[in-house]
Structure formats: C-alpha cells, structure tokens
C-alpha cells in the first residue's frame, strides 16, 4: 500500500462522513482480528495524545477501551492492550514518561498529526474520532476508516 494525498484526501472525506452515520447497535464482530483492533487503539491513542500535546497525559480512557474491546474475553483483551502499548513506544510513535503511565508524542509524530488534509489537521481528525468513540459505539464504516487512517500513518511517519 502507498500513501498519496489523493487517497488520503478521499479517505478524510469518507471518515468525515462517517462521524455522522448513527451509532452501531452491535459491539464489533467477534471475527474482529486483534491486528484490526490494534489499528483503531493507534488513531485513538494519537487523537488522545495530540490533543494534550506538547504536555503528557493517558493514551485511553475505560470507555474508550470498553469500544474498543467489546466482545473480547478479559485475557485478550488485557494482551491486546499491553501488546498495543509495548509495540508502539518500542516503535517511538509515541514516548512514556519516566517510570509512569503516561505518554506524549516525539516530533516525528506530531509532525505526521499536523498535516493538514482536506481542511483538517490529522490529529484533530484522530480527536474527533476519539470522541466519538467516547460518545457511543462506532459505526462499521467509521471502524472501517479508523483502520485505514492508522495503516496511512504509519506509512507518513516512515517517509
């Protein structure tokens, strides 16, 4: 997959328009990979961060992962969410804070987050789908998206 700014610019439009679909009445499938799952927790986690930057804060709240996790055994999902945070600071996509739970985000990172596209800064696009989330379950579309954006960031942010 490679990232060009009209496929970038098509997919912002798309998750723009999802925001606004109703919520999804069912948690998501039970077929949900955890890879899948892991690719909504990056945008969210980003949204999360981006939002506090340049101070440090919690990457998700209980409800956030509550969305995200429905449907998953306690096991899988208390793995995904240990794996999810070791990859991604292994990965400098984010930095933790010195013997503490809480993270901000290098500059490669923010430098990603503060494109704009389509009108919108990506991170503030990442925020408005973290509220969402906070807000009521996600739409298949909206999830769809959330996967997507995270699979195009982490093309922008290998250059």
Same mark, same amino acid.
């Given at each position: 997959? !490679? ?7 098509? @997919?912002?439009?798309? +998750? @723009? ?8 009445? +069912? ?5 949900? +990979?955890?890879?899948? &799952? ?8 980003? $949204? ?7 101070? /440090?804060?919690?990457?998700?709240? #209980?409800?956030?992962?509550? &969305?995200? +996790?429905? $449907?998953?055994?306690? *096991?899988?999902?208390?793995?995904? !969410? ?7 600071? =292994?990965?400098? =996509?984010? *930095?933790? !804070? ?10 490669? !990172? @923010? ?17 408005? =789908?973290? #509220?969402?989330?906070? /807000? ?9 998206? *959330?996967?997507?954006?995270? /699979?195009?960031?982490? =093309?922008?942010?290998? $250059?």
């Amino acid at each position: 997959m !490679t990232a060009n700014l009209s496929s970038i610019e098509k @997919l912002v439009s798309e +998750t @723009l328009a999802a925001l606004d679909e109703p919520a999804s009445e +069912t948690p998501p499938s039970p077929e949900t +990979t955890f890879r899948e &799952r892991f690719y909504e927790m990056i945008v969210l986690a980003l $949204g999360s961060l981006f939002a506090k930057s340049p101070t /440090a804060g919690q990457m998700y709240d #209980r409800t956030t992962l509550n &969305r995200l +996790t429905a $449907g998953m055994d306690d *096991t899988d999902s208390a793995n995904l !969410t240990r794996r999810a945070d070791d990859w991604l600071r =292994i990965e400098g =996509i984010f *930095t933790q !804070t010195e013997g503490q739970k809480s993270y901000f985000l290098p500059l490669a !990172t @923010l430098a990603v987050l503060s494109n704009e596209v389509s009108g919108i800064l990506l991170g503030d696009l990442y925020e408005k =789908i973290l #509220r969402r989330y906070q /807000a009521e379950m996600p739409s298949d579309n909206l999830r769809r998206n *959330t996967r997507k954006l995270a /699979a195009h960031f982490l =093309i922008l942010r290998k $250059g």
